[in-house]
């Protein structure tokens, strides 16, 4: 005899779903219980479900195949619903699974009863389903695994009432295969190989999947031969990078810098990217972020093939045999004395290990992140896709469980890792080889900015309070230290260092607290300069200009 | 000049809307900039959303009136939703103000775009509006908060554009008065007075804002003079309680119980109550708890005058002047030795102080609290009205801030504590007089009694895993400390009762962790003895024949 809940099981891992970031209740319990049938299923738990649905996130960025998650009806997906935003944004393959009251149920508007569909649909537009049988619901979940693996990925909902769980009758289904992705259409090709060979200042937007290696090569053999800037998107799903790859500069998360970045672009050929607009709107600011003269091509939609698209690209205009400019291998070197949000990213490119995974939601304190580490040894980036503080730390455990044998160093502010600081817990459990440092500035930093950005500097003491994390300010080597979790707390660049190589050294989870208090003149004393140096094309003239419009 | 934010601040506090629990980002920025335009308006900060929407909730239940939420866009939104789905079902008045980008950048579809207005209305289906206009936008707001203030009360959503908040004329509205509600009408309360004097054996089933004094009583008289019996709802929004107040049982959690409180009840008359129904479904049982035979009376709809209907209904069968039975005053005694959640429950009893509010999200530890409480100083209690746990700790933000005056004491379960633990460092902010005690039983443990319930009682290992929160246990009391809390672990009887008596000695938020290791079969021959000694009144046939269906 077989229930739906192990008949699911079986279709989840023979489809590759073999891991599930749970945080269950009573209408997930015939699930919970199918968990000792099969076998090949690992189940996480999360005592958060922002953390299940950002460790599926994590992962699927990392295994590129979905994750399950398992959540407790439509509150659970709500508590859920920030990072499956961003791994909608982020264009990544999750498979969440939402128990539901059983069918009979759901008419009696029980306490926890609510519209599961409706909050589903904002995250999982293209699939979001009830079962309505047992024998029909592990079909159900074949189909819903091969929507979320249709290219370019995307988060999948099943939702799986009591009932159709817990009766006899189950039928596991076979996998379905996702369509095959087809490369861009000759006509498109020749239009943008034509385009290329106008001699037109040319920039290549790079985003979601074309971030790795084989597509970053060729395109960085069409840079080589055209003359055409790579850019990447300003937050991507997942980045390769370091010694013997291309370099490609992302575009600014200021609109006022990516404007910049974007000055005299004349054509802006798509890559599965969208095309560029400012993160907020700001009053008297353009939202658009691509110069009026520039004309705009997609060279690969998100459903297309991306490296075959490239290719014939390259063949197009000539650029196969091309050879691609690669970045040297440089390690910034060991950084001394007071502790600063700079000098901590420049401990991470000094000390990362070969092959590690690096998770980027450091937002103003990891502005020189990129720079660090550009010429560290080979690794991916992952970053803050959805704009959904709280990604961060979950991401960590679902990229140090689809890669157990990666190291995985995560940059998190101290407002953001709060969103879901529980995360910590199952790195501890789970005993993840995940190194979390809080930058500990005490502060909401971005929004001191932005309070200015959109015009309100103006803003009296009730309103920065708002924005400040002191008083109490949170200690969170304690906290981790509660949640099982091996901690310290580092105030000079020294003792960051230490505590870095001792974390590497030492297998399991480990925090590490760099302690950066500062002034909002301090932050814009450090973007000025970033702006500055990390871009290292930009005209003198755009220079001078950035300096009047930023300078503190 | 005045912009759309100082306008609707001033709109908000004129209606009695003064304090806002905030979590905001960039696109809320002129609404926070304008809160030191308005001395009135208190703005409290938290580190994530659910703590924001929570503590509004218990703000409201305590104030009697709404406070503001400030969200960031639909993933604010969504982090806040399983805090607003417990305020929807406890029918308690919200205002939520949901910042979202500029009405010109939503095509734009940037990172942090999403379907605001889809995700507000499970929560909030009577009420979301998006502004559309800085010039109408305080009309707007006015008419959110007579809408969250109709009765019963309600959550209700104005979605703000940030460039409907920082454009200049805007004209704050004055406050609309909410309709009055009506008593039953004449027909209703004679058929019901009609069916009381039949003699048939009559419960009254109160809830929503009857479980307050005057009501109370009220229904006190009514059980005094014609044998109708009294009981409360399952999960309370706040009921009033302790000596010289009626006592009234509540419909017990698990169904089995209150298919027991059920029996032989011929006539069922609720007040501002729905039919008791199964707070899950579980195979083979009933969902609808009313026996088949019971007849159901509405005296009160939600929206109805509650006082007034049920003095109608005393003068229709003359009870007016029928001496209410009230509760005597009578403490628990104190608690002594080994530590267990009853001797949790009975230092509390025993210590509480007047005119605390005891927040109830002890789940399966706080089983004996209203035992151990019921002939203690008059209190309010709140409890967990829509089943989404992490309400608990909230709630006691919001209480407190309501009630400056009044000690809050919350028991929280272990699970439920860490999704919104958050609240703590809010509590240190704003140095709450909450006492916030946390049962360590290293478990989820209410799901061990649940996955017997529905059948899946042969789990094996890997399931039994989920449902356990060993490895690492967590340190409640450093995670407070990491916060800014004090905080101690108790492990004795002795110590829960001095630390308690510590706490309410001292002004500010402690955290007492009161570590209960123990099993499920504990759990369970708690469960038992507790189901017979809370329901004095429970015949011996039913006693014996739940013993054979309970016993471990």
């Not at 289904?173 to 087809?182: F, I």
């Not at 990666?406 to 998190?412: N, S």
């Amino acid at each position: 005899m077989t229930n739906g809940a192990q008949a699911l099981m079986k279709t989840l891992v023979d489809a590759g779903v073999e891991v599930c970031f749970s945080n269950p209740g009573t209408s997930e319990m015939h699930f919970v219980a199918a968990l000792d049938d099969e076998p090949k299923m690992r189940a996480v738990l999360a005592l958060f479900e922002g953390v299940a649905t950002g460790a599926a996130d994590g992962y699927a960025r990392m295994a590129d195949k979905p994750a399950a998650t398992l959540l407790h009806l439509g509150c659970g997906l709500g508590n859920g619903l920030a990072n499956l935003h961003n791994a909608r944004k982020g264009k990544v393959p999750v498979l969440n699974i939402v128990g539901d009251h059983a069918t009979y149920h759901v008419k009696y508007d029980a306490q926890l009863q609510s519209d599961i569909e409706t909050v589903a649909r904002n995250v999982s537009p293209g699939f979001v389903r009830t079962a309505k049988s047992t024998e029909t619901l592990s079909q159900d979940a074949a189909e819903a695994i091969a929507a979320a693996r249709t290219a370019p990925g995307q988060v999948a909902t099943l939702i799986l009432p009591a009932d159709v769980s817990w009766s006899e009758g189950g039928v596991p289904s076979a996998p379905l295969a996702p369509p095959t992705p087809e490369p861009a259409d000759d006509a498109t090709v020749e239009a943008i190989a034509k385009a290329i060979r106008s001699g037109k200042k040319t920039a290549l937007l790079m985003g979601g999947h074309s971030l790795r290696e084989p597509s970053m090569l060729a395109a960085a053999k069409l840079a080589a031969h055209g003359g055409v800037t790579l850019l990447a998107e300003t937050f991507p799903t997942r980045i390769e990078r370091g010694a013997g790859l291309p370099y490609i500069e992302r575009l600014a998360y200021l609109a006022e810098l990516a404007t910049v970045q974007l000055t005299d672009v004349e054509q802006l050929i798509l890559v599965d990217a969208k095309a560029p607009v400012s993160f907020f709107a700001y009053p008297g600011k353009k939202s658009y972020l691509v110069p009026d003269t520039c004309q705009v091509h997609t060279l690969v939609a998100p459903d297309q093939d991306i490296l075959a698209s490239l290719n014939k690209l390259n063949d197009a205009v000539g650029a196969s045999q091309a050879e691609p400019k690669l970045q040297p291998a440089k390690r910034p070197g060991r950084p001394r004395g007071k502790l600063t949000a700079e000098k901590v990213c420049k401990a991470v490119g000094e000390l990362m290990p070969e092959n590690a995974i690096i998770v980027d939601e450091g937002i103003t304190s990891s502005l020189m992140l990129s720079v660090m580490t550009a010429g560290a040894p080979r690794h991916d980036m992952i970053t803050l896709t959805g704009g959904a503080i709280g990604q961060g730390l979950p991401n960590a455990v679902g990229a140090a469980v689809a890669c157990p044998d990666r190291p995985v160093i995560a940059l998190i502010g101290d407002g953001t890792a709060m969103y879901t600081i529980q995360a910590l817990w199952t790195m501890a459990r789970e005993q993840l080889n995940v190194t979390s440092i809080i930058f500990n500035n005490a502060s909401y930093s971005v929004l001191n900015i932005e309070l200015e950005r959109v015009g309100a500097e103006e803003a009296g003491e009730k309103a920065k309070s708002q924005l400040d994390l002191r008083g109490p300010v949170i200690n969170f080597a304690e906290m981790a230290n509660g949640m099982g979790v091996h901690a310290v707390r580092v105030h000079t660049a020294e003792e960051m260092a230490k505590a870095l190589e001792y974390a590497q050294r030492m297998p399991g989870p480990h925090l590490i607290e760099a302690v950066i208090p500062e002034s909002l003149s301090g932050v814009k004393r450090r973007i000025l300069p970033w702006m500055l140096r990390s871009l290292p094309s930009l005209p003198l003239s755009v220079s001078k200009a950035l300096k009047r419009k930023l300078a503190p």
